[in-house]
Structure formats: C-alpha cells, structure tokens
C-alpha cells in the first residue's frame, strides 16, 4: 500500500498538488496541526507565500514539529515557496524557516510577478525535459556539500536534492505532469 502523502494546508496552491498526488493514486490528507503528522509517510510543502506559510505555521505550533519530522527523514517534496521554507537561510529578511536544507536561497531571484516564466528544465532522473512554471521564484545561491543539484537555469540551481528532502523552485504542480511527484516518491531512482 502507498503511504499517505501530507500536503501542508496553511496557505498556497495545496489543491494541485492534491491533484498531481491523486493522479499517481497516491492518498493524500491535509497537514495543519502537528497531530496530522501522525501516520504520513511523505510530505509536500507548497509555493504561496513563504513569509505567510511560516508564520501560520508558528501560530498554528507546527513549525516546531515539522522541523522535527523532516529531520527524523519524512521524505518531503518543498516546491517555490516551500523549498524557501526548508532552506537554512535566505539571503535577506527574517522570517521563519525549517532550516532543514543546507541550501542558501534568494527569493524572487527572476523579479517580480511580471517575470513569472516558463520554460523547459533538463531535470536528472528525468528522461524527457520538464516544463518548469516559474512565479516570483527563488533561486539557491549556495549549496552546501551534500546538496545535490538536479535542475539549474543558467547557473543557478532550481532543484536540489539532500537525503530524503526535495525541494524545486519551480511549480511542478501546475503543468498536468507528474513526473517529479513521481520522481520524489521514487526516491529519486527516475
Ligand atoms: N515569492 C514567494 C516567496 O517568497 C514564492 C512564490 C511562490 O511560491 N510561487 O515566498
């Protein structure tokens, strides 16, 4: 049996992931309180608002817990706004993060809303490129030593990888193609 997947349910784009999860037939619920942890054996943090999601997070007291679950390996898949929450740090501002990745990012690396792109990703474990959907998005500016890279645009990394933790700068969820959900519950083995 496929073990059910959280989505983190405080603010974003929670639905298409429900969607891109659903299409594999993976099961899903939704994670607000710490005690919806409990029995997921995998967990997707969304893009939205990472300053938002961080704060609703610390009100609703599962900042704490999430940091203790990803650190123990739930196996998470961190997209946009997510892979800022999980990143060690952010180049500026103070806002509360996971810190669970050893990444350095910048937050609307590409500009503002206007500078929202698309374009076609060589992802490793992926045989065919991937469309990445680019909205105020960030970028990793540094990654520390066990940090894989497996997508860059130019020569910044958009997607990494370190240990049971994913994380994309891009949004996955929006394209009809499930191919990096299906990547991250893989393992990674493509
Ligand atoms: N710019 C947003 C942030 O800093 C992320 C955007 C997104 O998730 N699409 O949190």
Redesign the pocket.
């Known amino acids: 049996m496929l073990p059910t997947v959280g989505v983190l349910a405080l603010q974003?784009?929670v639905r298409e992931h429900l969607w891109a999860l659903e299409r594999l037939g993976v099961p899903t619920c939704l994670v607000r309180l710490p005690e919806d942890l409990e029995g997921i054996g995998g967990l997707v943090i969304?893009?939205?608002?990472?300053?938002?999601?961080g704060r609703l997070a610390e009100r609703f007291g599962v900042l704490g817990p999430l940091r203790a679950a990803l650190l123990a390996g739930l196996p998470t898949l961190a997209?946009?706004?997510?892979m800022?929450l999980v990143a060690g740090s952010v180049v500026e501002g103070d806002q509360p993060l996971l810190g669970v990745l050893d990444i350095l990012v910048r937050?609307?690396a590409f500009g503002r809303q206007n500078e929202s792109f698309e374009m076609d990703l060589e992802v490793k474990g992926l045989e065919q490129p991937f469309r990445g959907v680019f909205?105020?998005?960030?970028w990793v500016e540094k990654v520390g030593a066990d940090v894989e890279v497996l997508a860059r645009v130019g020569k910044h990394p958009v997607m990494v990888r370190s240990g049971t933790v994913m994380a994309a700068s891009f949004?996955p969820e929006l394209t009809g193609d499930s191919r990096i959900h299906r990547l991250w519950l893989q393992g990674g083995e493509g």
Do not use: K, L, V
Request: charged share 20%; with cysteine; net charge neutral.
């Open positions: 974003g784009d969304p893009g939205g608002e990472s300053t938002t999601i997209t946009c706004a997510g800022i937050r609307n909205i105020r998005a960030p949004h």
